[in-house]
Structure formats: C-alpha cells, structure tokens
Nanobody, 127 residues
Framework: QVQLVESGGGLVQAGGSLILSCAAS????????MGWFRQAPGNEREFVAA????????YYADSVKGRFTISRDNAKNTVYLQMNSLKPEDTAVYYC????????????????????WGQGTQVTVSS
C-alpha cells in the first residue's frame, strides 16, 4: 500500500518562500519518478514539477520555472518542492504523486501518469 504524505504548506506573504515535503512509503521509492501538482479554487488540477527516479532529470511548468525547485532524497524516501518568490496566484492545494511505472518517466506533466496521490497541503500567498 503506497502512502504519500505532504507537509510544509502554510500562509506566506508574496515574495516569500516555502518548502513542501512529501514522504513516501509502500514501494521502492528510488525507482519511481515523482510529481507535484496544484489545484486552486475553481480551477482544474495542474502540473507544477516532476523529477525522475534518480533525481537527474527535472521538469517544470512555465509558470514556476526559475522560482520553484524540485528535489528528492532517496535515502529518506522524500521529495521536496522549494518555492521561492511566491505570488498570490501560487495559492492552491499542492499534491505530490508517484508515477505508475518504475524506472520510466514519460510525459511527466500528465496526471494519468501517476497512480498514487497524497492528500494535499494548502499553500496560501497573501498580497
């Protein structure tokens, strides 16, 4: 049984920073790519960032490129999302997700690629 537990969300002023964490259990973490998605009220869930199983390859949505950094620590079974220069439009519930296939990363922006999701953590950026 795979479990993904996000933490680190909260309220921050525009221009501030937050680090989200996602602790995984249930599968060999180091063989699965991971992704971060977000959903703002009234909007569909959207891709934010992804990282392959080794951490060598990363992918970002244009809206966060240069501000957010995804990383992972396979020894701790944890993936991170460092968020800098936060904007009010970054306000959303942030979800981490695990790819359905080991040792592959195909179309990491597609939600259908991921078969396990966390419960989400709220990030609110005030202006």
């Amino acid at each position: 049984q795979v479990q993904l537990v996000e933490s680190g969300g909260g309220l921050v002023q525009a221009g501030g920073s937050l680090i989200l964490s996602c602790a995984a259990s249930g599968r060999t973490f180091s063989t699965y790519s991971m992704g971060w998605f977000r959903q703002a009220p009234g909007n569909e869930r959207e891709f934010v960032a992804a990282i392959n199983w080794s951490g060598i390859s990363t992918y970002y949505a244009d809206s966060v490129k240069g501000r957010f950094t995804i990383s992972r620590d396979n020894a701790k079974n944890t993936v991170y999302l460092q968020m800098n220069s936060l904007k009010p439009e970054d306000t959303a519930v942030y979800y981490c997700a695990q790819d359905r296939d080991a040792l592959r990363i195909l179309r990491p922006t597609m939600q259908a690629r991921y078969d396990y999701w966390g419960q989400g953590t709220q990030v609110t950026v005030s202006s």
